[in-house]
């Protein structure tokens, strides 16, 4: 399964960095997004928002390196092959947040020649994408939404599904999953048809995902967490289903924490001694006590806004974090 990694919450918006912790609004872990492996484990990759545009705080991240976060397919576990390149930003979840894809080809702007599209792939035969590839578009090709298969792999970068749309939320055990849609347009100014475009894995993994609210965590069966390249939350595949990951146990990915958890650095998790950081909690700034929610407010954690300072995109004026401030 993908995995991305930690994401810290602070008061100013700064990038999310690979191994490097950058505050924006939040302290959090990566994401990482699964490549082919179990449909709980893989993960599609965060809703997708809007653009970043670099206007509003996210929260920081932890990643090997990378100011993106990467993404770990299903079946891998955590710490393999957590990051893409350690040289290029962040890494979530396995996917690697922002920064420009290194392929062959562009997956905004599907520029392969006639009959074949532009899809993420592992070139280094790893599990997470970490390039782009020319693959061969088959006869009657499915849309967003429908059934699909991938040869070989989640992360082969060859399956069933038209242009503009990759193979997703893949089962390891039949190598079948769910259409999903590209993002379109550019890196710059991305588009979507429905939901938010999320971009990992240095740029070559821009996903349209549904946007959520992290509080409610309204994700069914995946997690609500931070889009790294998009102004909100985003549904992302729990790489860890069925792990101890409530507060303040080990992580190194945003998505191997709880719902209503994300992976924060170290430093703002009482009593965190893990350095790759600690599940902390989501809490709602809306209510009359709010730190009364934080597991750690004896030790010094409060509940504080999400987005820091800055104006937090609408609908989530309410969303904030745990921590010990900095």
């Known amino acids: 399964m993908w995995l991305t990694r930690l994401t810290n919450p602070s008061p100013n918006r700064r990038r999310i960095l690979t191994l490097g912790l950058v505050l924006a609004g939040t302290p959090a872990c990566p994401a990482e997004t699964p490549s082919d492996g179990d449909t709980a484990n893989d993960d599609d990759g965060t809703n997708s928002a809007s653009p970043t545009g670099g206007s509003t705080p996210t929260p920081t991240v932890m990643t090997s390196g990378n100011p993106t976060p990467t993404v770990m397919t299903s079946g891998s576990t955590m710490g393999d092959d957590t990051t893409a390149d350690s040289s290029t930003g962040a890494t979530f979840f396995g996917v690697d947040m922002g920064g420009a894809g290194g392929g062959v080809c562009d997956v905004f702007a599907q520029d392969c020649p006639e009959g074949d599209k532009c899809m993420p792939w592992a070139a280094d035969g790893g599990q997470s994408w970490n390039s782009t590839t020319c693959s061969p578009v088959v006869d009657n090709p499915g849309q967003t939404g429908d059934p699909c298969t991938v040869e070989g792999s989640a992360v082969s970068g060859i399956d069933d599904c038209d242009v503009g749309t990759m193979c997703y939320n893949v089962s390891a ?70 792990s101890v990951g409530d507060y303040g146990a080990p992580c190194e990915f945003v998505n191997t924490c709880d719902p209503g958890y994300f992976c924060a650095v170290s430093s703002i998790v009482a009593g965190c001694l893990n350095p790759s950081g600690c599940c902390a909690e989501f809490c709602d700034l809306s209510l009359p006590d709010p730190t009364s929610q934080c597991t750690g407010a004896p030790q010094g954690e409060e509940c504080q806004p999400w987005y820091g300072m800055e104006v937090p995109p609408p609908g989530y004026e309410h969303v904030g974090f745990c921590g010990i401030p900095n």
């Open 173 to 242: 055990e039949t190598n079948t999953g769910t259409c999903f849609e590209l993002c379109g347009g550019s890196e710059n100014n991305p588009t979507c048809d429905e939901g938010l475009c999320a971009v990992y894995n240095d740029g070559n993994l821009p996903l349209c995902l549904q946007d959520c609210d992290p509080i409610l965590q309204d994700c069914n069966d995946q997690l609500c967490l931070a889009s790294p390249s998009a102004n909100g939350f985003v549904c992302i595949l729990d790489s860890l289903p069925g």
